[in-house]
């Protein structure tokens, strides 16, 4: 019965949507022919990912969230140091790093929901910030903040276009993974606590329970990107951990409109590209980032792609997501 309701509730913007994704990141890099725009289209593909794991907590449930990038960072120093001080095989390193930016956000996770809005906000930017303290100052275990270079990687993988392939397929079956769980009862919970956290309890829903899970599984899957991240750059840094990274995602979201799936790459897209293009002509590339908020703010008040479902009659504001 979930199913064919799942299946009728497909709607055709969903289709449009998931076939630009998949021509974007999937056929144009073959058509491009370019080193460059495998690299770039590799990065924001990352980070757009990030931004989707970042937006199960912000768009769906409503958890404004400055510490992801503890755990987009953890992932990424727990591979590296799986990797070279562990001497661990590829096989066996990948699926621990992943797991352990989980367990990080299972550990942390009660501490930070027991509080609301702009307080939750505040406790996991103190948590992100601490965690980063500690890995730019442990020069004897993560490198200080010289961080990690020269990270190896299976010989499969020396070759940019299988690297980007490899990256795709992990990321495509990760934002399927986030995109039933947006659509699913369980996402269904997490929109009703969103829109009533105060009304949610009489209808039998246990909030910090749930608040809890979509914690997890957001910093598992921010933990993935981080990963990848590492597997792709093969160095790290600390400021991978640093605040401005978790602002750069929560730019992303609401540039690209949060209330939205694909919005946070949509919004990927734009900054990565303003960042990595834009940037090789001109170090006042901040001015472009700077006006197209102002443009968006002001034309778009829903994010780019929140308005666009707007102005085709997609109801997807937030209260009708």
């Known amino acids: 019965m979930y199913i064919h309701k799942f299946i009728a509730g497909i709607q055709k913007r969903d289709i449009i949507e998931w076939s630009l994704f998949v021509f974007i990141f999937g056929v144009l890099p073959l058509l491009m022919r370019s080193e460059y725009w495998v ?6 593909m990352i980070w757009g990912f990030f931004a989707i794991a970042f937006n199960l907590l912000f768009g769906l449930t409503g958890l404004l969230s400055f510490g992801q990038a503890a755990f987009f960072g953890i992932g990424a120093y727990s591979y590296a140091l799986l990797i070279m001080n562990a001497k661990l095989p590829f096989a066996i390193a990948l699926p621990i790093a992943i797991i352990i930016p989980a367990f990080a956000a299972f550990v942390l996770g009660p501490l930070c929901i027991r509080l609301k809005e702009v307080f939750f906000a ?23 903040d010289n961080g990690i270079q020269g990270i190896p ?3 499969v993988l020396n070759n940019p276009l299988t690297t980007y392939y490899v990256i795709f397929i992990v990321v495509f079956v990760c934002i399927v993974l986030c995109w039933l769980i947006r659509n699913s009862p369980f996402g269904s919970i997490l929109k009703s606590i969103r829109e009533n956290r105060d009304r949610a309890p009489f209808l039998g829903i246990n909030i910090k329970r749930y608040q809890l899970a979509v914690f997890i599984i957001s910093g598992f899957f921010c933990g993935v990107a981080g990963v990848l991240f590492a597997l792709f750059q093969r160095s790290i840094h600390p400021q991978l951990m640093y605040w401005h990274t978790s602002g750069d995602v929560v730019l992303m979201t609401i540039l690209g ?27 006042y590339w901040l001015i472009f980032v700077g006006s197209i908020i102002l443009i968006c703010v002001i034309l778009f008040p829903k994010g780019i792609l929140g308005s666009i479902h707007s102005f085709f009659g997609s109801n997807h504001s937030i209260k009708g997501d």
């Open 153 to 155: 990687a299976p010989k």
């Open 257 to 283: 409109g949060f209330s939205t799936f694909f919005g946070s790459m949509l919004g990927a897209i734009i900054i990565v590209f303003i960042r990595d293009f834009i940037s090789a002509y001109t170090e």
């Open 39 to 44: 690299y770039l289209s590799t990065e924001i």
């Open 122 to 144: 505040l406790m996991t930017l103190a948590f992100s910030q601490l965690i980063w303290a500690v890995t730019f100052k442990w020069y004897g275990f993560t490198g200080g």
